[in-house]
Protein backbone atom coordinates (compact mmCIF):
# COMPACT_ATOMS: atom_id res chain seq x y z
CA UNK A 1 0.00 0.00 0.00
CA UNK A 2 2.57 1.87 0.84
CA UNK A 3 4.47 1.91 -2.17
CA UNK A 4 1.31 2.67 -4.04
CA UNK A 5 0.66 5.48 -2.23
CA UNK A 6 4.13 6.82 -3.09
CA UNK A 7 3.95 5.77 -6.77
CA UNK A 8 0.91 7.77 -6.93
CA UNK A 9 3.12 10.76 -5.44
CA UNK A 10 5.57 10.68 -7.45
CA UNK A 11 3.19 10.96 -10.25
CA UNK A 12 1.71 13.75 -9.16
CA UNK A 13 4.50 15.32 -7.99
CA UNK A 14 5.66 16.07 -11.76
CA UNK A 15 3.07 18.35 -12.93
CA UNK A 16 2.83 19.89 -8.93
CA UNK A 17 6.44 20.81 -8.93
CA UNK A 18 6.35 22.41 -12.80
CA UNK A 19 3.65 24.27 -11.57
CA UNK A 20 5.29 25.28 -9.09
CA UNK A 21 8.48 26.21 -10.64
CA UNK A 22 6.26 28.11 -13.48
CA UNK A 23 4.98 30.04 -10.39
CA UNK A 24 8.03 30.90 -9.07
CA UNK A 25 9.12 32.44 -12.00
CA UNK A 26 6.83 35.11 -11.59
CA UNK A 27 7.85 37.84 -9.65
CA UNK A 28 6.58 39.47 -6.29
CA UNK A 29 5.86 42.51 -8.51
CA UNK A 30 3.87 40.05 -11.21
CA UNK A 31 1.87 38.96 -8.78
CA UNK A 32 1.04 42.27 -7.02
CA UNK A 33 0.27 43.28 -10.28
CA UNK A 34 -2.29 40.12 -10.86
CA UNK A 35 -4.19 40.86 -7.72
CA UNK A 36 -4.99 44.64 -8.51
CA UNK A 37 -5.66 43.35 -12.14
CA UNK A 38 -7.66 41.12 -10.28
CA UNK A 39 -9.44 44.23 -8.65
CA UNK A 40 -9.93 46.36 -11.38
CA UNK A 41 -11.46 43.46 -13.30
CA UNK A 42 -13.62 43.37 -10.62
CA UNK A 43 -14.38 47.21 -10.47
CA UNK A 44 -14.76 47.16 -14.15
CA UNK A 45 -17.53 44.17 -14.53
CA UNK A 46 -19.68 45.91 -11.66
CA UNK A 47 -19.41 49.85 -13.24
CA UNK A 48 -20.89 48.14 -16.48
CA UNK A 49 -23.40 45.90 -15.15
CA UNK A 50 -27.04 46.64 -16.48
CA UNK A 51 -29.35 49.68 -14.37
CA UNK A 52 -31.76 46.97 -13.60
CA UNK A 53 -29.71 44.46 -11.63
CA UNK A 54 -27.94 46.98 -9.56
CA UNK A 55 -30.79 49.67 -8.75
CA UNK A 56 -34.03 49.84 -6.69
CA UNK A 57 -35.94 51.15 -3.43
CA UNK A 58 -35.37 50.45 -0.40
CA UNK A 59 -38.40 50.74 2.11
CA UNK A 60 -38.56 54.55 3.73
CA UNK A 61 -36.22 55.90 0.40
CA UNK A 62 -38.00 57.55 -2.07
CA UNK A 63 -34.81 57.91 -4.31
CA UNK A 64 -33.41 54.50 -5.71
CA UNK A 65 -30.32 53.46 -4.90
CA UNK A 66 -27.39 52.07 -6.91
CA UNK A 67 -25.84 49.54 -5.46
CA UNK A 68 -22.65 49.55 -8.22
CA UNK A 69 -21.83 52.79 -5.65
CA UNK A 70 -21.25 50.93 -2.95
CA UNK A 71 -19.73 47.89 -4.96
CA UNK A 72 -16.81 50.28 -6.46
CA UNK A 73 -16.29 52.23 -3.25
CA UNK A 74 -15.72 48.56 -1.62
CA UNK A 75 -13.18 47.25 -4.44
CA UNK A 76 -11.51 50.70 -5.02
CA UNK A 77 -10.84 50.12 -1.16
CA UNK A 78 -9.01 46.72 -1.82
CA UNK A 79 -7.42 48.20 -4.66
CA UNK A 80 -5.70 50.65 -2.06
CA UNK A 81 -4.85 48.65 0.41
CA UNK A 82 -3.52 45.86 -1.61
CA UNK A 83 -1.23 48.90 -3.45
CA UNK A 84 -0.03 49.79 0.08
CA UNK A 85 0.11 46.87 1.84
CA UNK A 86 2.36 45.08 -1.00
CA UNK B 1 -18.79 29.71 12.01
CA UNK B 2 -16.03 32.45 10.65
CA UNK B 3 -13.61 30.90 8.74
CA UNK B 4 -15.33 27.64 8.13
CA UNK B 5 -13.21 27.07 4.88
CA UNK B 6 -9.75 29.27 4.70
CA UNK B 7 -8.55 30.77 7.97
CA UNK B 8 -10.48 28.11 9.98
CA UNK B 9 -8.62 25.38 8.39
CA UNK B 10 -5.46 27.13 8.29
CA UNK B 11 -5.52 29.59 12.06
CA UNK B 12 -8.67 28.90 13.99
CA UNK B 13 -8.53 24.85 14.47
CA UNK B 14 -5.20 25.34 16.41
CA UNK B 15 -6.71 28.21 17.97
CA UNK B 16 -9.61 26.32 19.36
CA UNK B 17 -7.56 23.85 20.57
CA UNK B 18 -4.84 26.51 22.48
CA UNK B 19 -7.61 28.32 23.93
CA UNK B 20 -8.84 24.41 25.13
CA UNK B 21 -5.30 23.83 26.20
CA UNK B 22 -4.23 27.00 27.69
CA UNK B 23 -7.66 28.00 29.67
CA UNK B 24 -6.13 28.56 32.77
CA UNK B 25 -3.30 30.67 31.68
CA UNK B 26 -6.23 32.74 29.84
CA UNK B 27 -8.15 33.09 33.63
CA UNK B 28 -5.07 34.78 34.66
CA UNK B 29 -5.16 36.90 31.73
CA UNK B 30 -8.50 37.96 32.30
CA UNK B 31 -8.88 40.12 35.33
CA UNK B 32 -12.25 41.18 35.43
CA UNK B 33 -14.16 43.55 38.00
CA UNK B 34 -17.27 44.19 39.15
CA UNK B 35 -17.89 46.87 36.32
CA UNK B 36 -16.92 44.21 33.93
CA UNK B 37 -19.06 41.59 34.85
CA UNK B 38 -22.07 44.24 35.18
CA UNK B 39 -21.60 45.52 31.42
CA UNK B 40 -21.17 41.59 30.45
CA UNK B 41 -24.16 40.30 32.38
CA UNK B 42 -26.24 43.52 31.15
CA UNK B 43 -25.13 42.72 27.60
CA UNK B 44 -26.19 39.06 27.85
CA UNK B 45 -29.56 39.88 29.94
CA UNK B 46 -30.01 42.51 27.48
CA UNK B 47 -29.44 40.22 23.92
CA UNK B 48 -31.35 37.39 25.58
CA UNK B 49 -34.34 39.24 26.24
CA UNK B 50 -34.33 40.92 22.42
CA UNK B 51 -34.54 37.70 21.25
CA UNK B 52 -37.01 36.63 22.85
CA UNK B 53 -39.38 39.65 22.15
CA UNK B 54 -38.68 39.06 18.50
CA UNK B 55 -40.09 35.35 18.86
CA UNK B 56 -43.66 36.69 19.80
CA UNK B 57 -45.33 36.75 16.21
CA UNK B 58 -43.71 33.30 15.02
CA UNK B 59 -46.59 31.61 13.85
CA UNK B 60 -45.28 29.57 10.72
CA UNK B 61 -41.95 27.58 9.81
CA UNK B 62 -41.56 30.68 7.46
CA UNK B 63 -41.32 32.76 9.99
CA UNK B 64 -39.25 30.39 12.00
CA UNK B 65 -36.76 29.47 9.59
CA UNK B 66 -36.49 32.68 7.06
CA UNK B 67 -38.41 34.96 9.53
CA UNK B 68 -41.23 35.55 7.49
CA UNK B 69 -39.00 37.17 4.81
CA UNK B 70 -38.82 40.17 6.71
CA UNK B 71 -35.27 41.30 7.29
CA UNK B 72 -33.41 44.46 6.76
CA UNK B 73 -30.71 44.71 4.59
CA UNK B 74 -28.87 46.51 6.97
CA UNK B 75 -29.35 43.81 9.74
CA UNK B 76 -28.51 41.29 6.99
CA UNK B 77 -25.20 42.43 6.49
CA UNK B 78 -24.16 42.85 9.94
CA UNK B 79 -25.64 39.68 10.88
CA UNK B 80 -23.55 37.82 7.78
CA UNK B 81 -20.29 39.73 9.10
CA UNK B 82 -20.61 38.99 12.52
CA UNK B 83 -21.55 35.42 12.16
CA UNK B 84 -18.11 34.72 9.64
CA UNK B 85 -16.39 36.06 12.69
CA UNK B 86 -16.34 33.69 15.69
CA UNK B 87 -14.82 34.79 19.01
CA UNK B 88 -12.42 32.17 18.45
CA UNK B 89 -11.40 34.13 15.62
CA UNK B 90 -10.70 37.46 17.16
CA UNK B 91 -8.20 35.88 19.27
CA UNK B 92 -6.96 33.57 16.65
CA UNK B 93 -6.45 36.27 14.13
CA UNK B 94 -4.19 37.91 16.14
CA UNK B 95 -2.16 35.33 16.99
CA UNK B 96 -1.53 34.58 13.61
CA UNK B 97 -0.79 38.18 12.89
CA UNK B 98 1.86 38.40 15.78
CA UNK B 99 3.64 35.69 13.88
CA UNK B 100 3.24 35.96 10.05
CA UNK B 101 1.73 39.77 10.26
CA UNK B 102 -0.92 41.45 8.31
CA UNK B 103 -0.77 38.74 5.52
CA UNK B 104 -3.88 37.15 8.00
CA UNK B 105 -5.71 39.96 6.10
CA UNK B 106 -6.36 38.50 2.82
CA UNK B 107 -8.83 36.13 4.47
CA UNK B 108 -11.76 38.81 5.05
CA UNK B 109 -9.80 40.77 1.94
CA UNK B 110 -9.50 38.71 -1.02
CA UNK B 111 -11.10 35.98 1.05
CA UNK B 112 -14.37 37.90 1.57
CA UNK B 113 -14.76 41.07 -0.47
CA UNK B 114 -15.02 40.15 -4.39
CA UNK B 115 -16.48 37.10 -3.81
CA UNK B 116 -19.57 38.74 -1.40
CA UNK B 117 -19.86 41.62 -4.70
CA UNK B 118 -20.36 38.80 -7.19
CA UNK B 119 -22.60 36.62 -4.82
CA UNK B 120 -24.61 40.08 -4.45
CA UNK B 121 -24.94 40.40 -7.82
CA UNK B 122 -25.36 37.04 -9.26
CA UNK B 123 -26.03 34.32 -7.14
CA UNK B 124 -28.16 35.64 -4.46
CA UNK B 125 -31.00 36.70 -6.73
CA UNK B 126 -31.58 33.70 -7.81
CA UNK B 127 -31.57 31.89 -4.69
CA UNK B 128 -34.11 34.38 -3.49
CA UNK B 129 -36.44 34.30 -6.12
CA UNK B 130 -36.52 30.75 -6.16
CA UNK B 131 -38.36 30.49 -2.85
CA UNK B 132 -35.86 27.91 -1.23
CA UNK B 133 -35.21 27.59 2.71
CA UNK B 134 -31.69 25.99 2.26
CA UNK B 135 -29.05 25.81 -0.89
CA UNK B 136 -29.69 21.86 -0.78
CA UNK B 137 -33.06 22.58 -1.77
CA UNK B 138 -31.89 25.15 -4.62
CA UNK B 139 -29.13 22.58 -5.70
CA UNK B 140 -32.05 19.58 -5.47
CA UNK B 141 -34.06 22.19 -8.32
CA UNK B 142 -31.88 22.85 -9.93
CA UNK B 143 -29.91 19.45 -10.53
CA UNK B 144 -31.55 16.25 -8.50
CA UNK B 145 -32.35 14.95 -5.16
CA UNK B 146 -29.40 12.63 -5.05
CA UNK B 147 -27.22 16.08 -5.38
CA UNK B 148 -29.60 17.64 -2.73
CA UNK B 149 -29.60 14.91 -0.11
CA UNK B 150 -25.18 14.66 -0.39
CA UNK B 151 -24.97 18.30 0.34
CA UNK B 152 -27.62 18.36 2.54
CA UNK B 153 -26.28 15.49 4.64
CA UNK B 154 -22.46 16.99 4.58
CA UNK B 155 -23.68 20.49 5.34
CA UNK B 156 -26.15 18.90 8.46
CA UNK B 157 -23.08 16.91 9.53
CA UNK B 158 -20.37 19.58 9.89
CA UNK B 159 -23.26 21.62 11.56
CA UNK B 160 -24.29 19.33 14.05
CA UNK B 161 -20.61 18.60 14.87
CA UNK B 162 -19.19 22.36 14.63
CA UNK B 163 -22.37 23.27 16.98
CA UNK B 164 -20.81 21.06 19.86
CA UNK B 165 -17.07 22.28 19.16
CA UNK B 166 -18.61 26.10 19.40
CA UNK B 167 -20.32 25.24 22.54
CA UNK B 168 -17.64 23.85 24.09
CA UNK B 169 -15.21 26.70 23.32
CA UNK B 170 -17.68 28.93 24.29
CA UNK B 171 -18.01 27.74 27.63
CA UNK B 172 -14.60 27.24 28.01
CA UNK B 173 -14.31 31.04 27.40
CA UNK B 174 -17.29 31.71 29.95
CA UNK B 175 -15.56 29.40 31.99
CA UNK B 176 -12.72 31.33 31.95
CA UNK B 177 -13.92 34.67 32.24
CA UNK B 178 -16.73 34.07 34.83
CA UNK B 179 -14.87 31.38 36.97
CA UNK B 180 -17.71 28.51 36.48
CA UNK B 181 -16.78 25.08 36.21
CA UNK B 182 -16.92 23.45 32.40
CA UNK B 183 -19.89 21.44 32.82
CA UNK B 184 -21.83 24.59 34.37
CA UNK B 185 -20.28 26.89 31.75
CA UNK B 186 -21.68 23.87 29.01
CA UNK B 187 -24.95 23.83 29.91
CA UNK B 188 -25.60 27.49 30.66
CA UNK B 189 -24.38 28.74 27.14
CA UNK B 190 -26.28 26.22 25.74
CA UNK B 191 -29.35 27.14 27.48
CA UNK B 192 -28.87 30.66 27.03
CA UNK B 193 -28.51 30.74 23.33
CA UNK B 194 -30.67 27.95 22.76
CA UNK B 195 -33.52 29.48 24.33
CA UNK B 196 -33.59 32.60 22.25
CA UNK B 197 -33.07 30.65 18.49
CA UNK B 198 -35.82 28.12 19.90
CA UNK B 199 -38.01 31.29 20.67
CA UNK B 200 -37.52 34.07 18.30
CA UNK B 201 -35.68 31.46 15.57
CA UNK B 202 -33.87 33.19 12.06
CA UNK B 203 -35.22 36.54 13.14
CA UNK B 204 -33.72 36.73 16.71
CA UNK B 205 -30.45 35.12 15.33
CA UNK B 206 -30.11 38.10 12.96
CA UNK B 207 -30.97 40.61 15.13
CA UNK B 208 -29.06 39.94 18.16
CA UNK B 209 -26.22 39.42 15.63
CA UNK B 210 -26.76 42.67 14.37
CA UNK B 211 -26.47 44.34 18.05
CA UNK B 212 -23.61 41.72 18.90
CA UNK B 213 -21.62 43.45 15.70
CA UNK B 214 -21.89 46.59 17.04
CA UNK B 215 -20.53 45.42 20.20
CA UNK B 216 -18.18 43.26 18.58
CA UNK B 217 -16.39 46.08 16.26
CA UNK B 218 -16.69 48.53 19.49
CA UNK B 219 -14.65 46.64 21.71
CA UNK B 220 -12.10 45.09 18.97
CA UNK B 221 -12.01 48.77 17.68
CA UNK B 222 -11.22 50.28 21.13
CA UNK B 223 -8.68 47.51 21.89
CA UNK B 224 -7.02 48.79 18.48
CA UNK B 225 -6.65 53.05 19.13
CA UNK B 226 -5.80 51.83 22.97
CA UNK B 227 -2.83 49.72 21.28
CA UNK B 228 -1.95 52.18 19.10
CA UNK B 229 -1.71 54.92 21.34
CA UNK B 230 0.67 52.87 23.63
CA UNK B 231 3.03 51.88 20.67
CA UNK B 232 3.25 55.95 20.39
CA UNK B 233 1.12 56.14 16.93
CA UNK B 234 0.90 54.61 13.93
CA UNK B 235 4.58 55.69 12.21
CA UNK B 236 6.84 54.61 15.78
CA UNK B 237 4.52 51.06 15.95
CA UNK B 238 5.61 50.42 12.01
CA UNK B 239 9.12 51.91 12.68
CA UNK B 240 9.41 49.47 15.93
CA UNK B 241 8.27 46.18 14.58
CA UNK B 242 10.54 46.93 11.34
CA UNK B 243 13.35 47.10 13.70
CA UNK B 244 12.49 43.83 15.30
CA UNK B 245 14.40 42.25 12.72
CA UNK B 246 14.43 40.31 9.13
CA UNK B 247 11.80 37.98 10.48
CA UNK B 248 9.82 40.43 10.65
CA UNK B 249 10.50 42.32 7.04
CA UNK B 250 6.86 40.45 5.59
CA UNK B 251 4.46 41.86 8.54
CA UNK B 252 3.47 44.63 6.39
CA UNK B 253 2.83 42.78 3.29
CA UNK B 254 -0.16 41.14 2.02
CA UNK B 255 1.48 39.29 -0.84
CA UNK B 256 4.36 36.70 0.34
CA UNK B 257 6.26 34.56 -2.54
CA UNK B 258 5.55 31.16 -3.37
CA UNK B 259 8.61 29.66 -1.40
CA UNK B 260 7.90 31.68 2.09
CA UNK B 261 7.92 29.72 4.98
CA UNK B 262 4.38 31.14 5.97
CA UNK B 263 1.37 28.97 5.22
CA UNK B 264 0.45 31.87 3.34
CA UNK B 265 2.00 31.87 -0.24
CA UNK B 266 0.73 34.24 -2.84
CA UNK B 267 -0.78 31.63 -5.03
CA UNK B 268 -2.35 29.52 -2.22
CA UNK B 269 -3.80 33.16 -1.16
CA UNK B 270 -5.08 33.84 -5.27
CA UNK B 271 -6.08 30.79 -6.38
CA UNK B 272 -7.01 28.56 -3.65
CA UNK B 273 -8.30 31.08 -1.00
CA UNK B 274 -9.59 34.01 -3.29
CA UNK B 275 -10.63 31.53 -6.69
CA UNK B 276 -12.13 28.31 -4.62
CA UNK B 277 -12.09 28.10 -0.92
CA UNK B 278 -13.49 31.87 0.04
CA UNK B 279 -16.06 31.51 -3.02
CA UNK B 280 -17.10 28.02 -1.88
CA UNK B 281 -17.99 29.74 1.60
CA UNK B 282 -20.14 32.79 0.15
CA UNK B 283 -21.85 31.19 -2.49
CA UNK B 284 -22.81 27.84 -0.60
CA UNK B 285 -22.38 28.24 3.43
CA UNK B 286 -26.04 27.82 4.25
CA UNK B 287 -25.61 29.35 7.81
CA UNK B 288 -24.74 32.53 5.84
CA UNK B 289 -26.90 32.96 2.90
CA UNK B 290 -30.32 31.55 4.97
CA UNK B 291 -30.30 35.41 6.39
CA UNK B 292 -30.37 36.46 2.84
CA UNK B 293 -32.70 34.13 1.74
CA UNK B 294 -35.07 35.80 4.79
CA UNK B 295 -34.68 39.61 3.41
CA UNK B 296 -37.34 41.59 2.73
CA UNK B 297 -36.64 41.67 -0.98
CA UNK B 298 -34.08 40.47 -3.79
CA UNK B 299 -32.46 44.19 -3.55
CA UNK B 300 -32.53 43.95 0.16
CA UNK B 301 -30.37 41.02 -0.16
CA UNK B 302 -27.96 42.58 -2.44
CA UNK B 303 -28.34 45.59 -0.20
CA UNK B 304 -27.05 43.40 2.57
CA UNK B 305 -24.40 41.68 0.71
CA UNK B 306 -22.88 45.14 -0.57
CA UNK B 307 -22.72 46.78 2.96
CA UNK B 308 -21.17 43.37 4.35
CA UNK B 309 -18.57 43.94 2.02
CA UNK B 310 -18.01 47.27 3.20
CA UNK B 311 -17.70 46.69 6.61
CA UNK B 312 -15.67 43.49 5.96
CA UNK B 313 -12.69 46.16 5.03
CA UNK B 314 -12.62 47.32 8.31
CA UNK B 315 -12.56 43.86 10.31
CA UNK B 316 -8.74 43.29 9.18
CA UNK B 317 -8.01 46.41 10.82
CA UNK B 318 -9.59 46.10 14.11
CA UNK B 319 -8.91 42.18 14.45
CA UNK B 320 -5.14 41.94 12.24
CA UNK B 321 -3.43 45.05 13.27
CA UNK B 322 -3.40 44.63 17.34
CA UNK B 323 -2.04 41.21 16.81
CA UNK B 324 0.83 43.33 14.93
CA UNK B 325 0.62 46.01 17.81
CA UNK B 326 1.40 43.02 20.47
CA UNK B 327 4.89 42.90 18.87
CA UNK B 328 5.50 46.43 19.82
CA UNK B 329 4.38 45.45 23.21
CA UNK B 330 6.16 42.51 23.86
CA UNK B 331 8.02 40.47 20.87
CA UNK B 332 8.79 37.64 23.14
CA UNK B 333 5.22 35.39 23.50
CA UNK B 334 6.21 32.52 23.45
CA UNK B 335 2.40 31.23 22.48
CA UNK B 336 0.80 33.57 19.86
CA UNK B 337 -2.57 32.92 21.00
CA UNK B 338 -2.06 35.06 24.29
CA UNK B 339 -0.72 37.78 21.46
CA UNK B 340 -4.22 40.01 22.42
CA UNK B 341 -5.12 38.56 26.03
CA UNK B 342 -1.49 39.94 26.96
CA UNK B 343 -2.31 42.69 24.89
CA UNK B 344 -6.03 43.06 26.76
CA UNK B 345 -4.62 42.68 30.04
CA UNK B 346 -1.68 45.64 30.27
CA UNK B 347 -3.52 48.34 28.20
CA UNK B 348 -7.23 47.94 28.97
CA UNK B 349 -8.86 50.31 31.75
CA UNK B 350 -11.37 48.88 33.81
CA UNK B 351 -14.84 48.70 32.27
CA UNK B 352 -13.18 48.52 29.19
CA UNK B 353 -11.83 45.30 29.57
CA UNK B 354 -15.99 44.15 30.12
CA UNK B 355 -16.84 45.85 26.76
CA UNK B 356 -14.33 43.73 24.95
CA UNK B 357 -15.31 40.62 26.59
CA UNK B 358 -18.87 41.20 25.53
CA UNK B 359 -17.42 41.51 22.18
CA UNK B 360 -15.89 38.44 22.86
CA UNK B 361 -19.11 36.69 24.00
CA UNK B 362 -20.75 38.43 20.95
CA UNK B 363 -18.89 36.81 18.76
CA UNK B 364 -19.16 33.35 20.20
CA UNK B 365 -23.03 33.71 20.57
CA UNK B 366 -23.73 34.53 17.11
CA UNK B 367 -21.89 31.49 15.73
CA UNK B 368 -23.62 29.50 17.75
CA UNK B 369 -27.05 30.48 16.99
CA UNK B 370 -26.26 30.82 13.60
CA UNK B 371 -25.28 26.82 13.28
CA UNK B 372 -27.89 26.09 15.44
CA UNK B 373 -30.86 27.74 13.25
CA UNK B 374 -29.25 26.50 9.83
CA UNK B 375 -28.70 23.17 11.47
CA UNK B 376 -32.47 22.39 12.88
CA UNK B 377 -33.58 24.60 8.95
CA UNK B 378 -31.25 21.71 6.94
CA UNK B 379 -32.83 18.68 8.35
CA UNK B 380 -36.53 19.47 8.83
CA UNK B 381 -36.48 21.04 5.35
CA UNK B 382 -34.14 18.58 3.39
CA UNK B 383 -34.17 15.45 5.15
CA UNK B 384 -37.30 15.26 7.38
CA UNK B 385 -39.71 17.15 4.48
CA UNK B 386 -38.15 15.27 1.70
CA UNK B 387 -38.17 12.25 2.72
CA UNK B 388 -40.53 12.02 6.10
CA UNK B 389 -43.20 14.13 6.04
CA UNK B 390 -43.61 16.05 2.80
CA UNK B 391 -47.18 17.39 3.14
CA UNK B 392 -48.16 19.39 6.22
CA UNK B 393 -48.68 22.39 6.50
CA UNK B 394 -46.26 25.02 7.20
CA UNK B 395 -47.22 24.88 11.12
CA UNK B 396 -46.14 21.34 11.39
CA UNK B 397 -42.81 22.45 10.30
CA UNK B 398 -42.46 25.22 12.96
CA UNK B 399 -43.08 22.61 15.50
CA UNK B 400 -40.84 20.06 14.29
CA UNK B 401 -37.82 23.52 13.73
CA UNK B 402 -38.66 23.99 17.35
CA UNK B 403 -38.28 20.13 18.50
CA UNK B 404 -34.73 20.24 16.22
CA UNK B 405 -33.74 23.14 18.01
CA UNK B 406 -33.94 21.68 21.32
CA UNK B 407 -32.88 18.30 20.34
CA UNK B 408 -29.69 20.09 18.81
CA UNK B 409 -29.31 22.14 22.07
CA UNK B 410 -29.12 18.79 23.69
CA UNK B 411 -27.17 17.20 21.19
CA UNK B 412 -24.37 19.98 21.35
CA UNK B 413 -24.41 19.93 25.25
CA UNK B 414 -23.12 15.79 24.92
CA UNK B 415 -21.14 16.44 22.15
CA UNK B 416 -19.17 19.60 23.95
CA UNK B 417 -19.46 17.20 27.24
CA UNK B 418 -17.81 14.59 25.13
CA UNK B 419 -15.30 16.56 23.41
CA UNK B 420 -14.17 17.94 27.31
CA UNK B 421 -13.51 14.27 28.19
CA UNK B 422 -11.57 13.54 25.08
CA UNK B 423 -7.70 13.27 25.62
CA UNK B 424 -6.65 14.15 22.72
CA UNK B 425 -9.90 16.95 21.80
CA UNK B 426 -8.22 18.80 18.31
CA UNK B 427 -8.54 15.22 16.46
CA UNK B 428 -12.45 15.48 16.28
CA UNK B 429 -11.88 19.18 15.25
CA UNK B 430 -9.66 18.36 13.27
CA UNK B 431 -11.29 15.12 11.45
CA UNK B 432 -14.68 17.57 11.41
CA UNK B 433 -13.05 20.24 9.39
CA UNK B 434 -11.09 18.24 6.91
CA UNK B 435 -14.35 16.77 5.92
CA UNK B 436 -15.66 20.01 5.38
CA UNK B 437 -13.18 20.73 3.49
CA UNK B 438 -12.64 18.15 1.10
CA UNK B 439 -16.49 19.28 -0.24
CA UNK B 440 -15.71 22.55 -0.93
CA UNK B 441 -13.91 22.46 -4.23
CA UNK B 442 -16.91 20.08 -5.41
CA UNK B 443 -19.21 22.18 -3.89
CA UNK B 444 -18.30 25.66 -5.77
CA UNK B 445 -18.84 23.17 -9.03
CA UNK B 446 -22.23 22.82 -8.11
CA UNK B 447 -23.06 26.35 -7.38
CA UNK B 448 -21.04 28.11 -10.25
CA UNK B 449 -22.13 25.34 -13.05
CA UNK B 450 -25.68 25.01 -11.96
CA UNK B 451 -26.51 28.77 -11.86
CA UNK B 452 -23.87 29.88 -14.51
CA UNK B 453 -24.55 27.26 -17.51
CA UNK B 454 -27.82 26.33 -18.55
CA UNK B 455 -25.96 23.15 -19.71
CA UNK B 456 -25.02 22.00 -17.12
CA UNK B 457 -26.97 18.34 -15.90
CA UNK B 458 -28.10 16.70 -12.98
CA UNK B 459 -26.29 13.76 -13.70
CA UNK B 460 -22.91 15.73 -14.49
CA UNK B 461 -23.66 17.68 -11.33
CA UNK B 462 -23.64 14.17 -9.23
CA UNK B 463 -20.36 12.95 -11.09
CA UNK B 464 -18.66 16.13 -10.82
CA UNK B 465 -19.93 16.27 -6.72
CA UNK B 466 -18.45 12.63 -6.30
CA UNK B 467 -15.23 12.85 -8.59
CA UNK B 468 -14.51 16.11 -6.93
CA UNK B 469 -14.56 14.19 -3.66
CA UNK B 470 -12.88 11.60 -4.34
CA UNK B 471 -10.19 13.77 -5.51
CA UNK B 472 -9.79 15.61 -2.25
CA UNK B 473 -9.67 13.13 0.03
CA UNK B 474 -7.09 10.98 -2.19
CA UNK B 475 -4.80 13.82 -2.04
CA UNK B 476 -5.21 14.86 1.65
CA UNK B 477 -4.64 10.56 1.87
CA UNK B 478 -1.46 10.60 -0.35
CA UNK B 479 -0.15 13.90 1.38
CA UNK B 480 -0.53 12.63 4.69
CA UNK B 481 0.73 8.69 3.67
CA UNK B 482 3.03 9.47 0.96
CA UNK B 483 7.21 8.80 2.48
CA UNK B 484 7.76 12.20 1.04
CA UNK B 485 4.54 14.90 1.55
CA UNK B 486 2.53 15.18 -1.65
CA UNK B 487 2.57 19.16 -1.34
CA UNK B 488 5.72 21.23 0.09
CA UNK B 489 3.58 23.09 2.51
CA UNK B 490 2.07 22.00 5.88
CA UNK B 491 -1.33 22.89 5.47
CA UNK B 492 -2.24 22.10 1.73
CA UNK B 493 -5.95 22.46 2.26
CA UNK B 494 -5.80 25.56 -0.19
CA UNK B 495 -4.61 23.14 -3.23
CA UNK B 496 -6.32 20.59 -2.37
CA UNK B 497 -9.50 22.65 -2.61
CA UNK B 498 -7.80 23.98 -5.79
CA UNK B 499 -7.30 20.76 -7.54
CA UNK B 500 -10.53 19.21 -6.40
CA UNK B 501 -12.82 22.39 -7.80
CA UNK B 502 -10.96 21.83 -11.25
CA UNK B 503 -10.90 17.67 -11.45
CA UNK B 504 -14.60 18.33 -10.61
CA UNK B 505 -15.10 21.11 -12.89
CA UNK B 506 -13.90 19.34 -15.74
CA UNK B 507 -15.96 16.35 -15.25
CA UNK B 508 -18.80 18.45 -14.78
CA UNK B 509 -18.73 19.58 -17.88
CA UNK B 510 -17.05 16.84 -19.82
CA UNK B 511 -20.04 14.90 -18.38
CA UNK B 512 -22.93 17.43 -19.26
CA UNK B 513 -21.81 17.60 -22.61
CA UNK B 514 -22.65 14.56 -23.33
CA UNK B 515 -25.94 13.90 -21.41
CA UNK B 516 -28.82 15.33 -22.60
CA UNK B 517 -29.81 18.74 -22.00
CA UNK B 518 -32.42 19.74 -18.71
CA UNK B 519 -35.83 21.11 -19.58
CA UNK B 520 -35.96 24.78 -20.13
CA UNK B 521 -38.63 24.48 -17.18
CA UNK B 522 -36.53 23.16 -14.40
CA UNK B 523 -33.86 25.96 -16.04
CA UNK B 524 -35.69 29.32 -15.97
CA UNK B 525 -35.61 31.58 -12.98
CA UNK B 526 -32.50 28.84 -11.68
CA UNK B 527 -29.89 29.99 -14.61
CA UNK B 528 -28.14 33.32 -14.64
CA UNK B 529 -29.82 35.24 -17.09
CA UNK B 530 -31.61 32.33 -18.30
CA UNK B 531 -35.13 32.84 -20.78
CA UNK B 532 -35.60 29.49 -22.48
CA UNK B 533 -34.05 28.25 -25.01
CA UNK B 534 -35.43 30.01 -27.87
CA UNK B 535 -33.89 33.25 -26.02
CA UNK B 536 -30.92 31.62 -25.47
CA UNK B 537 -28.77 32.61 -27.86
CA UNK B 538 -29.70 36.07 -27.12
CA UNK B 539 -29.12 35.90 -23.41
CA UNK B 540 -26.72 33.14 -22.23
Redesign the interface.
Known sequence: M?AL??S??NI??VP?DYL?EL??M?P?SG??T??IL??VA?LVW?LT?PKS??C????GKKEP?D?RF??A???I??IM??SL?? | MAYIIGRMLLEIDESIIKIIIFQDELMQLAALTGIDYALMIAYLVFTIGLGIYLGKNIKTGKDYFLAGRSLPWWAVGMSMVVSDIGAIDIVGIAGSAYIYGIVVGNYDWIGCIPVMIICGFVFIPYFWRSEVYTIPEFLGKRFNVGVRTIAALIWGFFLACNLGIMLYATAVMMKTMLGWGLGVSIIVSAVLIGLYTLIGGLKAVVYTDALQCVVMMLGCTMVLFIGLYHAGGVGPFVNTVHDLGIDYKDHFNLILPVDTDSPHPWTGILLGLGMVLAPAYWFGNQSILQRCLGAKSEFEAKSAFMWGALLKITIPMIMVVPGIIVLTHNPNIKEADFALPTLIRDTLPTGMLGIFFAAFLAALMSSVDSCLNSASTLWVKDIYQRFFVPNKDDRHYLIIGRILTVLFTVWGILFAFWISGLKDQDSIYNIIQTILSLFQGPSLVLILTGVLWSRTTGIAALVGLISGLITSSGLLIIHNYATVPLFQIQDPFLFIALWSFLVSLVLTIVVSLLTPREPDEKLVGLVYRYKGRNENASVN
Open positions: QIDIALRGRTLILARIFYFLVMEVGVLPILYAAALGQIYFS
